[in-house]
């Protein structure tokens, strides 16, 4: 019977009603309860990303669409309070994250309803009008429709110059989709046009989104809950790996634009609007655009700004990993018993070193946390940086 109930409780309801939560407490020495350590865990699932990233040429400019399913499926209740509600919010997330890590990129916004598909935004670099445009149109209706999905970005991706990687994302709820004409056809197209479609189910597989990913080069997943699937949102933040065929390298010709000084009336290129005081001025044309990075709609100049490029350096020359110390040193060895980072100090209880890293090239020792934070925000070794 618990095992019948167990099966027809929600996603949602069973990350809440686990009955067996005493096996995961802790005692101390003393037989005190302590908060259960989850630091390792977290950190050796960090590990395997960092290792499976690192050393790999990244696409650092990318055109990407993001495909929301808002059929009838995405109301569903198994996420909390439905599943619309929780891919937006996940969504919202997303989007600051790529932008974070993709200073240089670009981000559309695709929403699937009553079996057709409609471009929500254009193609940018502002993280706020993206989200805004979402959160403005959460209605769900009719089926879910994959080949118009795929149709309608083909051709706005068909357009971006060869050095840029396109790329689709498709939040999919749905368990069949709705198609015109021969879906395989499109498959075809896109693969040609080298855009890398990847889907995130929130249901069940089905064969046709896999099927969609292999032939492109994406990947396909399926989350188990809200908090499964915001981790399996979140892995496509930073630069994927780039494909030699997709994206060749070549020299990009870019402009620096001076910022517009305040109470200047000027005709933005951008809306086609009169607008008063900021904006940026390209420094071919002198047409004024409202954010970076972005395309001269005069002359067609790449449009960025310092610190965008500044922020996309530490993509091209990461952080070496740090090799993991065993805890068998003794505290009579003469070695550093705090953190180079933190200070905190790296001496367990007893006689024995808390799990902790070392930089290769200063030979400095890090906590986990600061072995987190280094390679993930700061981007520069404190021990190797100290040492110029």
């Not at 065929?245 to 620096?256: D, Q, R």
Request: charged share 25%.
């Amino acid at each position: 019977e618990e095992e019948e109930e167990d099966d027809g409780m929600e996603a949602w309801e069973r990350a809440y009603a686990d009955e067996r939560s005493w096996e995961n407490l802790q005692e101390d020495e003393s037989g005190l309860l302590r908060p259960i350590d989850t630091k390792t865990l977290v950190h050796a699932q960090y590990r395997r990303r960092l290792l499976a990233a690192s050393r790999i040429q990244k696409g650092l400019i990318r055109y990407l669409y993001l495909v929301i399913d808002l059929s009838r499926a995405a109301s569903e209740t198994d996420y909390r309070p439905s599943r619309m509600v929780a891919v937006a919010k996940c969504a919202e997330a997303f989007i600051r994250e790529f932008f974070d890590q993709n200073p240089l990129s670009h981000v559309g916004l695709v929403t699937i309803k009553d079996g057709i598909s409609h471009r929500l935004t254009e193609i940018g670099g502002s993280p706020e009008s993206q989200i805004k445009a979402l959160m403005g149109k959460l209605e769900c209706s009719g089926d879910a429709s994959l080949q118009n999905a795929l149709e309608l970005i083909h051709g706005y991706l068909s357009q971006i110059p060869s050095y840029g990687h396109r790329e689709v994302l498709i939040l999919y709820s749905a368990l069949n989709t709705c198609d015109p004409g021969d879906i395989m056809e499109t498959i075809k197209k896109c693969k040609k046009a080298k855009i890398r479609c990847s889907v995130i189910g929130l249901s069940a597989e089905i064969f046709i989104c896999k099927h969609v990913c292999e032939e492109t080069g994406g990947s396909y997943t399926v989350a188990l809950d809200e908090s499964h699937f915001k981790e399996l949102l979140l892995e496509h933040a930073p630069p994927p790996p780039a494909i030699a065929e997709y994206a060749a390298a070549n020299l990009i010709k870019m402009g620096f634009p001076q910022r517009g000084a305040e109470g200047v009336i000027a005709i933005c290129s951008c809306h086609k609007d009169v607008k008063i005081g900021g904006g940026y001025t390209c420094p071919r044309c002198k047409a004024r655009v409202c954010e970076l990075p972005t395309e001269c709609r005069i002359c067609g100049l790449t449009l960025v700004s310092s610190p965008h490029l500044a922020r996309s350096y530490h993509h091209l020359f990461p952080v070496t990993p740090f090799n993991e110390v065993s805890s068998v040193f003794k505290l009579s060895q003469k070695l550093a018993q705090t953190c180079f980072g933190c200070q905190q100090s790296l001496v367990s209880i007893g006689t024995k070193f808390a799990p902790h890293v070392s930089c290769p090239k200063c030979n400095q020792r890090f906590c986990l946390d600061c072995d987190i934070y280094i390679h993930e925000s700061l981007h520069n070794c404190p021990g190797c940086e100290s040492q110029r």
